[in-house]
């Protein structure tokens, strides 16, 4: 599967209360279940934004969770890789 990250333009996102975010969540699930092989593994909350974590074989599957779920996929990106503070001494041994 690969890695991509949802940019979800949402107005006022940022300060919704746990609860609302919450039943975001379960409205995100529900189209989830819909969906064969797509996994959300989480997702950043901003001002007017999210930046949401998914695993899915295309980006059809991510377009077909947004339109189930009224959530807007506004930038698919397709991660190419992964770093952290440890990939330097990867590269150095």
């Given amino acids: 599967m690969k890695r991509f990250v ?3 333009d949402l107005p006022g996102v940022g300060g919704m209360s746990e609860s609302a975010l919450g039943g975001a969540a379960r409205t995100s ?15 950043y909350v901003a001002a007017d ?4 974590i998914y695993l899915a074989e295309n ?14 996929a506004t930038r698919i990106t397709e991660v190419a890789s992964v770093i952290d503070p440890t990939t330097e001494r990867c590269v150095l041994a």
């Fill in 49 to 52: 934004k999210t930046f949401c």
């Fill in 59 to 72: 980006e059809e599957q991510i377009r077909r969770h947004a339109e189930l779920s009224g959530f807007p």
């Fill in 29 to 43: 699930n529900e189209a989830l279940a819909k969906v064969d092989g797509l996994q959300w593994e989480h997702s």
């Fill in 6 to 8: 949802i940019e979800r």
